[in-house]
T-cell receptor, first 115, second 114 residues
Framework: AQKVTQAQTEISVVEKEDVTLDCVYE???????LFWYKQPPSGELVFLIR??????QNEISGRYSWNFQKSTSSFNFTITASQVVDSAVYFCALSGPFGNEKLTFGTGTRLTIIP | DGGITQSPKYLFRKEGQNVTLSCEQN?????MYWYRQDPGQGLRLIYYSQIVNDFQKGDIAEGYSVSREKKESFPLTVTSAQKNPTAFYLC?????????????FGPGTRLTVL
């Protein structure tokens, strides 16, 4: 069975601080995919990143970066120099070897950026 | 513009009534999905379909039904058998294109049972 744990329910930081959102996963598949989605107050889930289990390189996209560590089954997400627009609920998700099956979601982390 | 539309945005239903949520996509995606989100929880899969006229149950299919008569459309019916239907419902689609496949989501429908 697959499982995703986001232990941080809510985080608040002051604008311009860096913040890391944790994601720990469990799966028996040797090939799998990991995702991060952002859910702003409007409710729509916005896709941020997809990562194949064979690719452990860290990824950076502007102020966003992701640290994938297979050894600890973690896929953490860091926002550098946070902005008020980053306030949202962030979900980590896991799928099986084909990447397009059911997504198993964590319970989400609500991030509030204080101006 | 390509995307996924869901309607209505807000829906109110009396107990004992069936209600149908609409989901349409113009991305030419093969697969479509319905998820349910409850406060403070992640999304849970209700049904999914990878081809027209075929669909599979997800983790919480009881009390729901779907149809896939057209590639672009995947309506979800919440029946009176669903014991706790008040939730936020999200539809998603994906291309089944292998390496780059990703599920993209619509804006959601918030259903409240009165």
């Amino acid at each position: 069975a697959q499982k995703v744990t986001q232990a941080q329910t809510e985080i608040s930081v002051v604008e311009k601080e860096d913040v890391t959102l944790d994601c720990v996963y469990e799966t028996r598949d040797t090939t799998y995919y990991l995702f991060w989605y952002k859910q702003p107050p409007s409710g729509e889930l916005v896709f941020l990143i997809r990562r194949n289990s064979f690719d452990e390189q860290n990824e950076i996209s502007g102020r966003y970066s992701w640290n994938f560590q297979k050894s600890t089954s973690s896929f953490n997400f860091t926002i550098t120099a946070s902005q008020v627009v980053d306030s949202a609920v962030y979900f980590c998700a896991l799928s099986g070897p084909f990447g397009n099956e059911k997504l198993t979601f964590g319970t989400g982390t609500r991030l509030t950026i204080i101006p | 513009d390509g995307g996924i539309t869901q309607s209505p945005k807000y829906l109110f239903r009396k107990e004992g009534q069936n209600v149908t949520l609409s989901c349409e996509q113009n991305l030419n995606h093969d697969a479509m999905y319905w998820y349910r989100q409850d406060p403070g929880q992640g999304l849970r899969l209700i049904y999914y379909s990878q081809i027209v006229n075929d669909f599979q149950k997800g983790d919480i299919a009881e009390g729901y039904s779907v149809s896939r008569e057209k590639k672009e459309s995947f309506p979800l019916t919440v029946t009176s058998a669903q014991k706790n239907p008040t939730a936020f419902y999200l539809c998603a689609s994906s291309s089944l294109a292998g390496e780059e496949d990703t599920q993209y989501f619509g804006p959601g429908t918030r259903l409240t049972v009165l």
